[in-house]
């Protein structure tokens, strides 16, 4: 396996596109959108100029690794890749329409998977006629730094997909555990019925956006708080996987806060769009909790 297609350019496609060519692979990173893949490389080409100012890496790997990217808008880029990652926003018809493209244009070798974070892999696949090579590949953010990647198997997945995507996995310096294919996985089954928690608090008035984050970050060893972090995943993110979850799993506990809700609506979508439950508007860092919680 060398060539590599990444679909979608935002938070996770442009971190899985600069692993990889970190790693020396050949990446196509495809976007509909011009200007995000614009924008996804400068924040690569930045990553990577963070870690050769930190002395990760030299300045010539950096260049390498940013000629081991391609962006482009031309889906028919993506034919000859013997793997392809998809990682568009989180949405099932979406989702379901690039597999469908992706089954008919490339080769009938090439290994399908998704990123998602809790649409069902059996339901991607099912619309390929290659159901056994269709598998979930759920990297974490930041994908350059996490070490974990959780792969889904489906229904369908054969076992020598699964074992190549561990091994390429490994390749990339990550932990692949694997999981069977249930609404959210396990990463996110734990871990978005705790920010929609968090939310709650936050609208039931038990306390402030700081102290909530701190009482997780002091009191029980989390390296960031569960809102922070709701900001760095993307609030629009996390309301769609708790959709998903609710959907597949039908518990209450899975429904989307309406303050999260709200905040989405409103085009607060955490450190993407600017704003969340912090401000980032001057910094990426989370210091200055936004006003309307102040
Ligand atoms: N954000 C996280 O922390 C996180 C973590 C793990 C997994 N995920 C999953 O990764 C996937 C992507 O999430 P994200 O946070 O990077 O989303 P994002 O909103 O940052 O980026 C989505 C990208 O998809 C592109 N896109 C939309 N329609 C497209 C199409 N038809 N063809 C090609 N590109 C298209 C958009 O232009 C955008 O650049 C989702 O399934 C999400 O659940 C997200």
């Keep these: 396996m060398k060539n590599i297609s990444v679909i979608g350019c935002g938070t996770m496609g442009n971190g899985i596109a600069q692993t990889f060519a970190q790693y020396n692979y050949n990446v196509i990173l495809y976007d509909i959108s011009k200007e995000a893949?614009?924008?996804?490389?400068?924040?690569?080409?930045?990553?990577l100029g963070r870690m050769v100012i930190k002395d990760v890496i030299s300045e010539e790997k950096k260049n390498i690794t940013l000629k081991n990217i391609i962006t482009t808008t031309d889906f028919n880029m993506i034919k000859k890749s013997d793997l392809v990652i998809e990682a568009v926003s989180e949405n099932l018809d979406l989702k379901k329409s690039i597999f469908k493209k992706l089954d008919l244009e490339c080769g009938k070798d090439t290994i399908l998977a998704s990123n998602t974070s809790s649409i069902s892999i059996t339901e991607l696949a099912e619309s390929t006629n290659r159901k056994d090579k269709v598998i979930g590949m759920h990297f974490m953010n930041p994908v350059p730094i996490m070490s974990l990647v959780e792969i889904i198997n489906s229904k369908h997945t054969s076992t020598t997909t699964t074992e190549t995507i561990i091994e390429i996995s490994e390749k990339l310096g990550k932990i692949p555990l694997t999981v069977n294919d249930y609404p959210g996985f396990i990463s996110n089954r734990i871990l978005m019925?705790?920010?929609?928690?968090?939310i709650e608090a936050l609208e039931d008035g038990v306390s402030t956006v700081k102290n909530i984050d701190g009482i997780m970050k002091l009191g029980m060893g989390h390296p960031m708080g569960p809102l922070q972090l709701a900001d760095l995943i993307g609030l629009d993110v996390c309301k769609s996987i708790l959709e998903v979850m609710f959907k597949g799993i039908n518990k209450n506990k899975y429904v989307p806060n309406k303050l999260l809700i709200e905040l989405v609506e409103d085009g607060k979508l955490g450190v993407k769009s600017g704003e969340g439950f912090y401000d980032y508007s001057n910094s990426k860092k989370a210091e200055i909790v936004s006003k309307r919680f102040c």
């Design 193 to 198: 019925p705790m920010i929609n928690e968090a």
């Design 37 to 47: 893949l614009d924008k996804a490389m400068l924040v690569i080409n930045k990553n």
